[in-house]
């Protein structure tokens, strides 16, 4: 089973849609951007088909 | 073991026709009330997993070849990652041995307990009771373990510091302590094991946090370079920390070390153009134009 971990670096107070961070792939540390709560469900949703088992929730992370 | 009542007990044990003035004397020399207790030594089992995994018992470092001693230490890595203290039995045999049955799984765990109770030469340093294990604290030294102890104390106690005038020579020991106690990752980068990612990130996060006050801290108590050091620090554990950014370019123009300002803005454009497609925030902006206008 593959492991990410999501890493949000920015939010907008008056727009929390926008946001800035990034996705980290555990087993080899490959990281993809997102800039947006939309852009961050559609990873998400891709890498779930991949390989995610459903009943594992990602490990977040805000810093 | 070498806890401060046991020396108190050696000494005592030790002291001739009643110097009582000499043994108090001597007491107060070497438990000169440190505020907490952070050294590993006169621990009989000793583990490091902060940027590596190591282990000393009776003060002898154990080696790891060959596969005998593989799943012993692996079930060690596990027991921590899951918090070393009543860890359901059942999880940690579902993680150690994912293929196997339930009762093939309790049989290989109960196996491999005995197998690591014997390396690390301590029947008492694993506790199996009730279905869930733990990890002795009373015989076992985790470095994990006390850079949270620390990290917990240090930053209630520069909460009160806000409040109360505490000795900054002291925060500024244990803050040393901290700092250095974290080497790196929990199980260092090698380990990308799933189970272990979750206690990796709440112990990065605990670091992150820890630098962010102590940092803020030792600016308000003029360190200037002390705190220029957390947040260089923060850096390199995370290169897109802004707030790091900010307080380091903060420093470097009230230490007058314009160039160096200069240079971290840049480091920051660039970071955070490559890695998050954006541009740095107003306050970093803010801070370089007051450079470009200085």
């Known amino acids: ?41 559609d990873l998400l949703s891709q890498l779930e088909e991949t390989s995610f088992q459903p009943h594992r929730p990602l490990s977040a992370h805000m810093n | 073991m070498n806890t401060p009542q046991n020396k108190i007990l050696s000494l005592l044990a030790t002291m001739e026709n009643g110097d009582l003035l000499e043994c108090i004397r001597q007491s107060n020399q070497q438990f ?18 902060l940027g590596r995994f190591s282990l000393l018992t009776n003060d002898k470092p154990m080696d790891f070849p060959g596969r005998a001693k593989r799943k012993p230490m692996d079930l060690l890595k596990v027991l921590i990652a899951l918090g070393g203290r009543d860890v359901c039995q059942v999880k940690i045999a579902e993680i150690l041995w994912p293929d196997a049955d339930g009762d093939a799984a309790h049989r290989s765990l109960d196996t491999t307990l005995h197998r690591l109770r014997k390396l690390l030469d301590n029947e008492k340093a694993i506790v199996l009771r009730e279905g869930k294990i733990s990890l002795n604290n009373e015989c076992c030294w985790v470095d994990a373990w006390t850079f949270e102890r620390l990290q917990g104390k240090l930053e209630s106690l520069l909460d009160q510091l806000l409040l109360e005038n505490l000795d900054n020579q002291d925060i500024i020991k244990l803050a040393t302590t901290a700092l250095t ?65 900010q307080r380091a370019m903060a420093c470097y123009i009230k230490l007058e070390l314009r160039a160096e300002a200069i240079l971290l803005y840049q480091r920051c454009v660039s970071n955070l153009n490559a890695q998050l497609g954006i541009t740095p925030s107003a306050r970093i902006e803010e801070l370089y134009q007051s450079l470009l206008d200085s």
């Open chain 1, 1 to 41: 089973m593959e492991s990410y971990i999501v890493r949000i670096y920015r939010q907008d107070i008056t727009n929390p849609h926008n946001m800035a961070g990034i996705v980290v792939k555990a087993s080899d540390d490959t990281e993809t951007r997102f800039t947006s709560s939309g852009e961050l469900i």
């Open chain 2, 32 to 49: 000169s009330a440190p505020l907490f207790d952070t050294t590993d030594d006169g621990w009989p089992i000793r583990i490091y997993t």
């Open chain 2, 181 to 245: 106690l974290y080497k790196g990752p929990f199980l260092g980068l090698s380990s990308s094991e799933s189970w272990a990612i979750a206690y990796r990130e709440r112990l990065r996060s605990k670091f992150i946090r820890l630098l962010r006050k102590v940092g803020r801290f030792y600016e308000s108590s003029a360190e200037l370079e002390l705190a220029l050091e957390a947040y260089l620090k923060g850096l390199e554990i995370d290169s897109l920390l802004e707030e790091m950014y």
